[in-house]
């Protein structure tokens, strides 16, 4: 690994670690073994590495979403799901450069997703635009069906993280997949009104 990809990592740890308004070239340094005047000879300033980090912490992301293979787009969102709460899990310090710091590479819902933006959500957009297409999905704006299924995720993964569920791994990982297909059947077209009528 060379020494931009080194300090990168040590920046993601340290973001980790403190949090951005804790977070300094200095202490990237420290943490790296170096001076800080090595680490300017990589990055100009702090926003500079924020942002690289930022952007690293999105290609692994990306690269999570890519490796899925199913073309079912209800299935590909079952799966798309469970990687995101195991990113949350597995890869921390990632996990938060991407969806919980600002790093100055993050997009803005609605704009930044409507203009696609965002690789991965443009992702999620097109399978339900498929599963509406196929009427598996309601008819309703797909973006806002994709954000809002984001955010429950989000924040059943966070709540893990943050010690409010007080369950093993292995536990909340069946927990979120339940409610994963809970999720996915509200957005389901109704098939019968109430009092039977069809």
Not at 57 to 79: G, L, N, Y
């Amino acid at each position: 690994m060379d020494t931009k990809q080194r300090l990168i990592g040590h920046a993601l740890e340290e973001l980790e670690r403190g949090g951005v308004e804790s977070f300094s070239l200095r202490s990237v340094s420290a943490a790296a073994g170096l001076t800080p005047m090595a680490v300017y000879r990589h990055f100009s300033n702090k926003d500079e590495l924020l942002k690289e980090a930022g952007r690293e912490a999105f290609a692994v992301w990306q690269r999570r979403i890519e490796s899925i293979r199913t073309t079912d787009p209800m299935e590909w969102m079952v799966q798309a799901a469970r990687l995101y709460v195991l990113f949350a899990l597995d890869e921390p310090a990632r996990f938060d450069a991407c969806f919980v710091l600002r790093t100055g590479v993050e997009r803005r819902f609605p704009r930044d997703f409507r203009a696609g933006k965002s690789p991965v959500v443009s992702m999620i957009v097109a399978r339900v635009q498929a599963a509406q297409a196929a009427g598996i999905l309601i008819a309703a704006d797909a973006l806002e069906i994709a954000m809002v299924f984001w955010a429950q995720l989000h924040g059943l993964a966070l709540l893990h993280r943050n010690g409010r569920m007080a369950m093993s791994r292995s536990a909340f990982l069946t927990l979120a997949a339940r409610h994963v297909e809970i999720m996915l059947a509200g957005y389901r077209p109704q098939t019968t009104r109430r009092g039977g009528e069809v």
